[in-house]
């Protein structure tokens, strides 16, 4: 069931991706008079495909989906008749080309601003920004900041949630910066702490716990809550109720201990020492393997008993008006898509390992994990990676967006076209860089996938 969750949410992403994408470079092409041969989800051979309107554009689904395209009448891939030349792509003026090449990118941007309006309309649940025990000799240890201190503001943003500061720290961080932090400390003092981020390794698997950051968590009893219907813990007969007194013969007391255990514990059976009503029960149990962010963890079948009252103290829920989540929506499309251009340039600059380009079985194992997180987490997810797309697009490489218009600004500035064989080379370099890319992020892919 994970597996096929994964491969759907991660198929329709693609579709919703690949879709807004070629709507925008056909809607454009459609608004500058160029008609249009074909619209086609992936490459290759046709699957399925029909004929629509009065130009009978072909719509079509391929059988390689990783991609799509808008083809448009143009004279230099066949003979057009000259009842329709005025009509083809090549015939158009440079801006309407430029419009034309530039709709696909802009497209993927517009639908994050649009899934970011209705989330921030919507409501985003997040943890509130406390932290737990803070770590010797860390960052935020030498800040000066203690356990239970509530973040406020970083580097003068206000901060509601843990995520809100993790982003904000992250690009303080690649910038190597010495930050204020403003914190309110369990007595309901605010202070304000310089925070120096100049020797933070921004490529940790838990960058906020490296630098101190540890979040406090609810001491949620061992108590199960929930039993899922034919995993493990089902099958040996544990309840609803049952609280878990040891684990292999080491004692547990809290959910965050149990829970821990049995991740780490692979597929290796445990000994489990059972307290229900009063009596104790002994089982062995054998977790079952699942992959989380590219790592084996043990799942027995078990959730926790939640004290919601201790729980609303720890979340929150951030939402706006339709008029400010408008602007914030356009503020986080803004600053994400500078964000990824930047790390692109820290990553070309060598000072970014390569290691965090991801490929395909990584946005695929992203968009599995928050579509069993929820809606909300799922189009957040959507609106980031439709961002990554609309920047990547606008690199100026060949073969992809930013090329094209590379060439109609050196076009611009000549005055005349630039000559076939620049074209042709460009292409075929363009074609290799791609390979490459593509080639590396799977490679980080597999090997993601065998290190864990």
């Given at each position: 069931m994970?597996?096929?969750?994964t491969?759907a949410?991660?198929a329709?992403?693609l579709?919703?991706?690949?879709v807004?994408h070629e709507?925008?470079?056909?809607a454009?092409a459609?608004a500058?008079?160029v008609?249009?041969?074909?619209f086609?989800v992936?490459?290759?051979?046709?699957?399925?495909?029909?004929?629509?309107?009065?130009?009978?554009?072909?719509?079509?689904?391929?059988?390689f989906?990783l991609?799509?395209y808008?083809k448009?009448l143009?004279?230099?891939?066949?003979d057009v008749?000259a009842?329709?030349a005025?009509?083809a792509?090549?015939?158009q003026?440079v801006y309407?080309?430029?419009a034309?090449?530039?709709?696909?990118?802009?497209s993927?941007l517009?639908?994050a601003?649009?899934l970011?309006w209705?989330?921030?309309?919507?409501?985003?649940?997040?943890?509130?920004p406390v932290?737990g025990?803070?770590?010797?000799?860390?960052?935020?240890a030498y800040?000066?900041?203690?356990e239970?201190?509530?973040?406020?503001e970083?580097?003068?943003q206000?901060?509601?949630?843990?995520d809100?500061?993790r982003?904000?720290?992250?690009q303080q961080?690649?910038k190597?910066?010495?930050?204020?932090v403003s914190a309110r400390?369990?007595g309901g003092?605010s202070i304000?702490?310089?925070l120096?981020l100049?020797h933070?390794?921004i490529d940790?698997k838990?960058?906020l716990?490296d630098m101190g950051f540890?979040?406090?968590?609810p001491d949620i009893?061992?108590?199960i809550?929930?039993?899922?219907?034919?995993?493990?813990?089902?099958?040996?007969?544990?309840?609803a109720?049952?609280?878990?007194?040891?684990?292999?013969?080491?004692?547990?007391k809290?959910?965050?201990?149990a829970?821990?255990?049995?991740?780490?514990?692979?597929?290796?059976?445990i000994r489990?020492?059972?307290?229900?009503?009063g009596?104790?029960?002994?089982?062995?149990v054998?977790?079952?393997l699942?992959t989380?962010?590219g790592?084996?963890?043990?799942r027995v079948?078990?959730a926790?008993?939640?004290?919601?009252?201790?729980?609303?103290k720890?979340?929150?829920?951030?939402r706006?008006s339709?008029?400010?989540?408008?602007?914030?929506?356009?503020?986080?499309?803004?600053?994400?898509s500078?964000?990824t251009?930047?790390m692109?340039?820290e990553?070309?600059?060598?000072?970014i390992?390569?290691k965090?380009i991801?490929?395909p079985i990584t946005?695929a194992?992203?968009a599995?994990q928050?579509?069993?997180?929820g809606p909300?987490?799922y189009l957040?997810?959507l609106a980031l990676?439709?961002?990554s797309?609309?920047?990547?697009n606008?690199?100026?490489?060949p073969?992809?967006?930013g090329g094209?218009?590379?060439?109609?600004?050196?076009e611009?500035v000549?005055?005349?076209?630039?000559?076939d064989?620049?074209?042709?080379?460009g292409?075929q370099?363009g074609?290799?860089l791609?390979f490459s890319?593509?080639?590396?992020?799977?490679y980080?892919?597999l090997?993601r996938?065998?290190?864990g």
């Amino acid at each position: 069931m994970n597996i096929l969750l994964t491969l759907a949410a991660f198929a329709l992403a693609l579709g919703i991706l690949i879709v807004v994408h070629e709507l925008g470079h056909y809607a454009v092409a459609r608004a500058c008079g160029v008609k249009v041969l074909r619209f086609s989800v992936g490459f290759g051979k046709s699957l399925v495909s029909r004929r629509i309107g009065a130009d009978r554009t072909e719509w079509s689904i391929a059988a390689f989906p990783l991609g799509g395209y808008v083809k448009m009448l143009d004279e230099r891939e066949g003979d057009v008749a000259a009842s329709e030349a005025h009509r083809a792509f090549n015939r158009q003026s440079v801006y309407k080309r430029g419009a034309i090449v530039l709709a696909g990118p802009f497209s993927n941007l517009l639908l994050a601003v649009f899934l970011y309006w209705v989330l921030f309309m919507h409501g985003i649940p997040g943890m509130k920004p406390v932290l737990g025990p803070v770590k010797s000799g860390t960052p935020v240890a030498y800040a000066g900041f203690r356990e239970g201190d509530e973040l406020l503001e970083v580097e003068h943003q206000v901060v509601k949630t843990w995520d809100d500061a993790r982003w904000i720290l992250i690009q303080q961080a690649v910038k190597k910066a010495e930050i204020d932090v403003s914190a309110r400390d369990q007595g309901g003092h605010s202070i304000t702490h310089r925070l120096d981020l100049s020797h933070v390794d921004i490529d940790s698997k838990d960058f906020l716990a490296d630098m101190g950051f540890d979040r406090v968590h609810p001491d949620i009893p061992s108590i199960i809550g929930e039993v899922v219907q034919g995993g493990p813990a089902s099958r040996i007969g544990l309840h609803a109720g049952d609280r878990i007194v040891a684990l292999d013969g080491k004692t547990v007391k809290t959910w965050s201990e149990a829970a821990s255990f049995i991740r780490n514990n692979g597929a290796k059976p445990i000994r489990m020492n059972v307290d229900r009503n009063g009596v104790t029960l002994n089982f062995e149990v054998t977790p079952e393997l699942s992959t989380e962010h590219g790592e084996s963890i043990g799942r027995v079948g078990i959730a926790a008993k939640i004290d919601q009252d201790a729980m609303d103290k720890l979340f929150t829920e951030v939402r706006y008006s339709p008029g400010t989540a408008f602007i914030r929506a356009f503020d986080k499309t803004w600053e994400t898509s500078s964000f990824t251009l930047k790390m692109l340039g820290e990553m070309l600059l060598g000072q970014i390992s390569m290691k965090n380009i991801g490929g395909p079985i990584t946005i695929a194992d992203y968009a599995g994990q928050s579509a069993k997180i929820g809606p909300v987490a799922y189009l957040s997810f959507l609106a980031l990676i439709s961002i990554s797309l609309g920047v990547l697009n606008l690199l100026p490489v060949p073969v992809l967006d930013g090329g094209h218009l590379m060439y109609y600004m050196a076009e611009i500035v000549r005055g005349r076209p630039l000559p076939d064989k620049a074209f042709e080379i460009g292409q075929q370099v363009g074609t290799f860089l791609l390979f490459s890319l593509m080639a590396l992020a799977i490679y980080n892919d597999l090997h993601r996938l065998i290190t864990g």
